[in-house]
């Protein structure tokens, strides 16, 4: 929880420096990287999946229309808000436990968590998932920025075992992008 905390306390600095420049850009999806490991047996190759955490789109409404659509869509996806801040146009849910869906969505298309035994480890094992989504008015006052950042780990239901670290592949972002144009425009 502390380490989610510091992470979004970090994107926030960044999100200050960044609100008045720069075209949005969305997530960049899960990246492979593979460390080759020598032991007194041999090579070994351990696989990993990492990714950008934060994404941001543009939306054509004002940033309180847009924000008003968020709390709907937290609550759309079956997501309790733990943070909820009007001044700065955020809201969160900070670890929230998920289990094979979020919203009516297999886990698999939000997040890359690996595979066990053939199946996508973010459909069988318990997730716990941190969220955070702000709204950054442009300058014309007519347009916002949503950011998301996301964040999960995994681990196997019943087990006592290891967290594995999940990536986001960009699809809960560009779900909460879709779900908040749906309601601003209508």
């Known amino acids: 929880m502390r380490k989610a905390r510091l992470v979004w306390m970090a994107w926030c600095g960044v999100l200050a420096g960044c609100a008045s420049g720069g075209g949005p850009a969305p997530a960049s999806g899960p990246r492979e990287v593979t460390t080759s490991v020598e032991t007194s047996v041999g090579t070994v190759d351990l696989r990993s999946v990492r990714s950008d955490p934060t994404a941001s ?13 968020l709390s709907t869509v937290y609550t759309d996806l079956k997501l309790t808000a733990t943070t909820l801040d009007t001044q ?4 969160g849910a900070e670890n929230a436990r998920v289990r094979r869906q979020l919203g009516g969505t297999r ?8 595979e066990r035994m053939g199946n996508p480890v973010a459909e069988t094992d318990d ?6 989504t702000q709204v950054v008015p442009a300058a014309d006052g007519q347009t916002s920025t949503l950011r ?3 964040e999960a780990t995994a681990k196997q239901t019943g087990s006592g075992g290891a967290l594995i670290n999940c990536a986001t592949t960009g699809g809960l972002e560009a779900r909460i992008v879709e779900m908040v144009r749906a309601q601003t425009t209508s």
Do not use: E, H, N, Q
């Open 148 to 150: 998301t950042l996301v």
């Open 57 to 69: 789109f543009s939306i054509a409404a004002p940033p309180d229309r847009v924000w008003r659509a």
């Open 88 to 91: 700065a146009r955020r809201i």
């Open 127 to 132: 997730i716990s998932l941190t969220l955070f």
């Open 107 to 114: 886990m698999s298309k939000y997040l890359s968590c690996g």
